[in-house]
């Protein structure tokens, strides 16, 4: 479940772009989340992880996972 309020806005326009990949509406999710002063060690917010993003876009777990491998690094 996401929990922060401010990202319910940003999870409805994302999941109503129909003419977007899914890796695009991942990368569209990816790019509104406030990760700038984290490192990779940090814990990361739950919208940045499988099931997070999977939930935002209204796809299954496993298709995120497919679809983040395919993303470039």
Known sequence: MLQ???LKE???AIRIQPHLTVGERI??????????DLLPMDAWPYAATQDGIAEAL???RAHAA????????
């Open 4 to 6: 922060p309020e401010l």
């Open 10 to 12: 940003q999870v409805e």
């Open 27 to 36: 990368l569209e999710h990816l790019k509104e989340l406030p990760t700038d």
């Open 58 to 60: 209204g796809i299954s």
């Open 66 to 73: 497919l679809e983040l491998k395919r993303l470039p690094d």
